[in-house]
Nanobody, 125 residues
């Protein structure tokens, strides 16, 4: 199993950037797909991005394509979410999650076994 801890959230102006980190402790990190999810006040949670365990292929929700980039450093047991050109509608608590699946695909909705506690991202002027 894994324990996940998010960091890197904070307050940023529209158009700014943040890099979120998801640090994992446990074994076999390389075999987990990692997803980023977010939940804004009064809204349903939504998948933002994920990265596969098999070949590190990314997947993105349409509203963040071209602005966000996910990557992983297996030597550090860490996944990153680089967020550029941030908009007020990106404001949410961001969670990372792990899916034990040695595969070349990942889901933005189902299959995640382990979750972090989240980090707040606020985009405001």
């Amino acid at each position: 199993q894994l324990q996940l801890v998010e960091s890197g959230g904070g307050l940023v102006q529209p158009g700014g950037s943040l890099r979120l980190s998801c640090a994992a402790s446990g074994s076999n990190f390389d075999y987990y797909a990692i997803g980023w999810f977010r939940q804004a006040p009064g809204k349903k949670p939504e998948g933002v991005s994920c990265i596969t365990s098999g070949d590190g292929s990314p997947n993105y929700e349409e509203s963040v394509k071209g602005r966000f980039s996910i990557s992983r450093d297996n030597a550090k047991n860490t996944v990153y979410l680089q967020m550029n050109s941030l908009k007020p509608e990106d404001t949410a608590v961001y969670f990372c999650a792990a899916d034990f699946r040695d595969s070349n695909w990942c889901s933005l909705s189902v299959g995640y076994d382990y979750w972090g506690r989240g980090t707040q991202v606020t985009v405001s002027s």
